[in-house]
């Protein structure tokens, strides 16, 4: 789907210089390896097809994520990871705000990134708002005020990603997003992912109750995670002015429950949470919550694999950048 | 001297886009950002008063060290250091190649760095060579065969640098170099480093002598560092056909032996030889290495701080890249 996208919609004469991708939300690898991989053969196809100088194109890299993030081993991984036909470099601090000088990117992707919200909405864990998220650690969907403050969130972070970009972005460059969205009319704890999430938050409700944490922490704890409607989103990237959406395909993620164990999920919402639980309550809490997780996700496991849970997607959205500012 | 570099050999139009700034070994910090901000300092005065556009103008500075230097640190210690005026990036690999795209950079900036070697040279320690380096852990000066095996290593890297950079930078950009050299008739043994280099040989000597390492380990390790002849740079400076030098000037590096003290000297040496000793020998016995350091050190302080051993010098150079290739 890059590979088309570059082919049909890259609106750019061959760079004179480099030619600049940014992977937004990269992670330490491998994943980012695989995705510039693919932007690059697709660029070099485009080129060398139609402008036959190919061989003088070079390609600089840049990895963008979190300061927090192990840029160290990022390196070390792409290190190892040769041969490789670009130059590289680490890129530290929030998307949600310029990274690079204007018009310097010429391609940018992220991948699983933007569902992360700048901050916890705080009107949420606000005991005084109507907005206050009692007894949960994440936007269910099933409370109308505390669905809009993420909401509200998300669309502010959006809109911040898109007008950051929007000034980092050649004229007809391309920026390709791969984000969760839930199904028009589903909720998110109706969805696999929230039901997870749910799970846990007993979890930290039960340890609260034994006494190992504080009510309090609990209570102050909410996901910075927001996953969209996918129509709601569609009207958001629809509105921005500075791109054009070129596609949204809609890729159901199926689970194939078949071959699913306990132990791989909680292995996986460790990996996505561990690091918040970690800041919020303290490392050595971590272990005892996703032992507890995993007890009770596999006690759970044929209610929470239940196939009317599944109504999740991914949405590949190809966006570029309009030449009118 | 950088804020006059720029102001007189900067002989470049004003950047279109964003002013690149790179400094080629980083570590992590903080020289490196004064530096930086020395250099936007000096380049946004000469725009503003040559072309009135320097609010327009962004900077994006690459930090680039090996790939096993300690970017996060590095990238925390960026985060701390606001408020800053630039986008920053790192970039992790060996400078003795190519790191970016041709003709992307404005401004290059290395501050003692390149007295390191990319290896140590092997016929040093080579039983079989006339240059083995028996009973040395570094070129003293001494040995005739070893110097010349150290000088050409040095030439050699030299040159991959400079060739690198040289595609790297656009023309009329300009290159910083801050290293250390030695004057001309003096052997490193007989300067102030090259003193403290022969007492850490005598200590890891002392230690396989205690059967504590082997003599084998000691034998097979040499500093790959070289500190040229200025007379020597200066010419292979001269020679390289893509950079003009502007300027060299010599600046003596008088210590103050009146505040200084043994304990500072071994912390100031283990911070330069700490990992190469760590990976040699092993993390054990790194401790004891330079306890054992301090102790040699304050028994012949007198002996070392002899002022006949401070013959040492940097050396700031200013190499502008030529418009002709």
Known sequence: MINEAIRDKLALNSPSNAFNIADFGCSVGPNTFIAVQNIIEAV?????????????????????DHTNNDFNTLFKNLHHNHPRKFFAAGVPGTFHGRLFPKSSLHFGHSSFALQWLSKTPSEVLDTK?????????HCTGFHT??????????????????????????????????????????????????????????????MAQSGIISQEKVEAFNLPIYIS??????????????????????????????????????????????????????????????????????????SIMD???????????????NFSD
């Open 307 to 321: 196939t009317k849970n599944q109504k999740f997607m991914d949405l590949f959205i190809i966006l570029s950048r």
């Open 145 to 206: 005020e505390v669905a809009e403050a993420y909401s509200s969130q998300f669309k502010n972070d959006m809109e911040t990603f898109l007008n950051a970009r929007a000034q980092e972005l050649v004229n007809g460059g391309l920026l390709v997003i791969i984000m969760p969205a839930l199904q028009d009319g589903v909720l998110l704890s109706q969805s696999s992912i929230g039901v997870t999430f749910d799970l846990l938050g007993s979890c930290l409700q039960n």
């Open 129 to 137: 708002s109507p907005a206050w998220n009692k007894g949960s650690i």
């Open 44 to 64: 070099e196809l485009k080129y060398h097809g139609n402008h036959q100088n190919h061989q003088s194109l070079e390609f600089q890299v840049f990895f963008n």
């Open 229 to 302: 409607p996918a129509k709601g989103l569609e009207a958001l990237l629809q509105r921005n002015g500075f791109f054009s959406v070129e596609k949204i395909d809609r890729i159901t993620s199926n689970m194939n429950t078949n071959t699913l164990t306990a132990q791989f999920l909680t292995s996986q919402l460790r990996a996505v949470t561990e690091e918040l639980i970690k800041g919020h309550f303290g490392s050595e809490i971590v272990d005892a919550v996703f032992e507890l997780f995993n007890i009770k996700l596999s006690e759970n496991w044929f």
